[in-house]
């Protein structure tokens, strides 16, 4: 099955900097790669995602880019701010059947005022 | 819109009772859901694949006799955690998608945190 992996476990940047999570999967099928921000004691909320018939992904601060053929993909966070402070999850899905999400182990980011 | 319902918010048990907790899509149909159990400071760990109107679908390692899933409806489905233990205290979340979407994004619930003691 689908294994997938999260780097950096903590992360801490100097608000402004730039903060960038990594995720690598095992399961070529997966066509489907959605990020997710969790605060303390909260549900997890969808910041970004990203299919795999696209190589980048941009939403204001924040930017998704996927190598399909390396089979990573990584979430880019420009202009760091402290209410970015959460953990990030990534997470890879193939699309088929049920749809499974399959989550990689979280990144505690700290944004330093 | 999206809008997924869970309950309780919190429960604590004693030990060797069975508690129930509800996911609901409260402005969409989901004919899946799927339950994650949480660990402090840990990641979202799938417990099972919930069908509507048929047998869930467990992961490996996830006893079905003790995590009853229920989804009897397109906007309900339940977990009941059966004869619970203290090693069963943890977060409990749903979460689904509105069956009418082309896209895969799923809604999580707000999550149930279980103490047993």
């Known amino acids: 099955g689908e294994n997938v992996e999260q780097h950096p476990s903590t992360l801490s940047v100097q608000e402004g900097d730039s903060a960038v999570i990594k995720c690598t999967y095992s399961?070529?099928?997966?066509?489907?790669f959605p990020w997710y921000k969790q605060e303390l004691g909260k549900r997890p909320q969808l910041i970004i995602d990203i299919r795999s018939n696209v190589g980048e992904k941009k939403d204001q601060r924040i930017a998704v880019t996927l190598n399909k053929t390396a089979k990573h993909f990584s979430l880019h966070i420009t202009e760091t701010q402290p209410e970015d402070s959460a953990v990030y999850f990534c997470a890879a899905s193939n699309g088929e059947g049920t749809y499974k999400y399959i989550f990689g182990t979280g990144t505690r980011l700290k944004v330093l005022a | 819109g999206a809008v997924v319902s869970q309950h309780p918010s919190w429960v604590i048990c004693k030990s060797g009772t069975s508690v129930k907790i509800e996911c609901r899509s409260l402005?969409?149909?989901?004919?899946?859901m799927f339950w994650y159990r949480q660990f402090p400071k840990q990641s979202l760990m799938l417990m099972a694949t919930?069908?509507?109107?048929?047998?869930?679908?467990?992961e490996q390692g996830v006893e079905k006799d003790k995590f009853l899933i229920n989804h009897a409806s397109l906007t309900l489905s339940t977990l009941t955690v059966t004869s619970a233990h203290p090693e069963d205290s943890s977060f409990y979340i749903c979460?689904?998608?509105?069956?009418?979407?082309?896209?895969?994004?799923?809604?999580f619930g707000s999550g149930t945190r279980l103490t047993v003691v």
């Open positions: 979460s689904a998608r509105d069956s009418s979407r082309t896209d895969y994004g799923y809604t």
């Open positions: 399961d070529s099928a997966s066509n489907y």
């Open positions: 919930s069908n509507e109107g048929s047998k869930a679908t467990y």
């Open positions: 402005d969409f149909q989901a004919t899946t």
